[in-house]
């Protein structure tokens, strides 16, 4: 039975063509993973699906009174209460009840009401059915699943990162348990341990979901049917998501084996048109004319830029770039024991550990956005940073990509800088949006051309995967690869580095001697 039907739905953005009469269906039992490149419009079906925004056309509907739990990838959190009290409120209802009840058995005392009784009768029975009183072990279940608890359930909401942020809403809603969860990218900010958790907790899920996922290893265990967005079409495929890419592949050769015949076709008709229009065959000619006119034109295919990515190198007079000694990093308190440890030049690091353990701490501390809490590091006098930050934040987020790039490199001419932006995969229509109307892989994209712009001899990474498609990630990786000067880089994504990295330090093990 389905939960969820979009029929016939279509939408465009300037001469660029998201959905056109397209389609799917949600059923009680689907665990669905939504994939397709940056761009094609998956965050946009989710805003759609849940109202944020209308269609051109095309008709939603639910299955009524469908509890719906919907995790944005630009959550956000302004909560004034502790971490714990806001995972409380996923149980308002029940909190309630409890209320409700405690306020009858007041009354009940001075003013015996069978009816009251049995009203605190139902309710408790809710209460113990839902497990009410349990509910504190439940909170520091998935707490612990998700890592929140290692910055502890009593700091404050609204002083958390924009990671820890979104670990917390998504708790939030899983302890919601809705009908139907809808996630987009889940495994941000989650490390290797807690995304195992949360795809243990997804198998289990005995309710539909809908996930938007680049993370293709996470995709695959959890889910159980694929919709892809390619050519204006959403296609659903049952199976796994190995199955359904061999599918799609399939399919795609297919679809362009009939676009390049239709192409023919239309060009064919509009010569014979232009030939004989105003001759003794131009009835014919209105015939074809009209026949083009009703033709359901296919989607042209290949309107998505991949992206080439190369890091310029800017050499170095030493070997040794950075050292580290005895370094306590954190903010109020160290996050851990003090730490040592070194990168000579070329070497490609991969940091690992725990989210809320200190990585991108470590990373602001290095590069003096943070104050150290104790001991000392030092780069050398010729190292030369290139700094990702994963936090898509923006000083001006009305500002478009072209203007962000013009700013960042005044002397580029303006040809140059679209240039610059094209071989990161930003397409034309999106060069002059507002940098907050593109998606999260464009937006990472045009941090990545920033990143471009600059020599440098030790690129510090942290979190670059976040966002992007399969095959962004795969030029993304070539590129790292293929720069001649170190890397420290920060990812939940072993894949992204297999195959190139040289070490891997994981940050719970750097304790000093």
């Known amino acids: 039975m389905s939960v969820l039907t979009v029929e016939d739905l279509r939408q465009q953005f300037l001469d660029k063509t998201l959905y056109d009469d397209t389609g799917f269906a949600l059923n009680q039992e689907d665990h669905m993973g939504i994939i397709g490149q940056n761009g094609v419009g998956k965050s946009t079906l989710i805003k759609i699906i849940t109202g944020q925004i209308l269609p051109d056309n095309g008709k939603i509907t639910w299955k009524k009174h469908t509890k719906i739990g919907y995790l ?10 502790s971490i714990f009290e806001f995972l409380k409120t996923a149980f308002s209802d029940l909190y309630e009840l409890d209320a409700e009840n405690a306020q009858i058995y007041a009354y009940y005392a001075n003013n015996p009401d069978d009816a009251l009784l049995e009203k605190a009768g139902k ?20 707490a612990t699943g998700l890592g929140i608890d290692a910055f502890g359930l009593d700091t404050n909401a609204n002083e958390l990162s924009g990671g820890q942020r979104s670990r917390v809403i998504l708790a939030k809603l899983l302890l919601e348990q809705p009908d139907v969860l809808l996630l987009d990218e889940p495994t941000n ?39 892809d967005i390619e050519f204006g079409k959403i296609t659903k495929y049952r199976g796994n998501l190995q199955q359904a890419l061999r599918q799609k592949k399939d399919n795609k050769e297919a679809y362009l084996k009939a676009y390049a015949t239709q192409q023919k076709k239309i060009e064919k008709t509009k010569a014979y048109i232009r030939k004989y229009k105003a001759g003794s065959r131009s009835t014919m000619a209105k015939s074809r004319e009209k026949q083009l006119a009703h033709m359901d034109i296919l989607t042209p295919p ?10 310029p190198y800017q050499p170095s007079a030493v070997r040794m770039l950075l050292e580290v000694s005895d370094l306590k990093v954190g903010y ?5 024991a003090p730490f040592n440890f070194s990168i000579t030049q070329p070497e490609k690091v991969a940091l ?9 701490t470590l990373i602001k501390t290095l590069l003096g956005i943070i104050p150290a809490l104790g001991g000392d590091f030092a780069f050398s006098a010729t190292t030369k940073v290139g700094y990702f930050r994963q936090e898509l934040i923006w000083d001006d987020p009305k500002q478009t990509p072209l203007q962000i790039v013009q700013a960042a490199a005044p002397s580029m001419t303006q040809r140059k800088v679209r240039q610059a932006l094209s071989r990161a995969g930003i397409e034309k229509d999106n060069v002059e949006k507002p940098i907050k109307m593109l998606s999260g892989g464009e ?7 920033l990143l471009m712009l600059f020599p440098a001899n030790l690129l510090v990474l942290d979190e670059p995967t976040n966002h992007l498609d399969d095959g962004t990630k795969k030029a993304l990786a070539n590129a790292v690869r293929d720069f001649e000067g170190s890397v420290l880089l920060v990812t939940h994504e072993p894949g992204f580095y297999d195959g190139w990295i040289d070490r891997v330090i994981d940050i719970e093990k750097l304790q000093s001697v």
């Open 443 to 449: 937006q990472t994209k045009v941090k990545l051309c």
């Open 189 to 227: 900010y989650l490390d290797t341990n807690h995304i195992t958790w949360l795809i243990d907790y997804l198998i289990d899920f005995p309710s539909a979901y809908i996930v938007i996922s680049h993370d293709y290893d996470f995709l695959g265990q959890i889910s159980n049917c694929i919709c």
């Open 332 to 336: 109020e308190k160290p996050l851990l």
């Open 302 to 311: 290949g309107n998505l830029l991949e992206s080439h990515f190369a890091f």
């Open 123 to 142: 309710n408790q029975e809710i209460l113990e059915s839902r497990n009410f009183y349990e509910i504190e072990t439940t909170i520091n279940q998935v």
């Open 72 to 81: 944005d990838q630009y959550v956000s959190l302004t909560a004034q209460q």
């Open 352 to 360: 690992t550990g725990f989210n809320g353990i200190g990585k991108s």
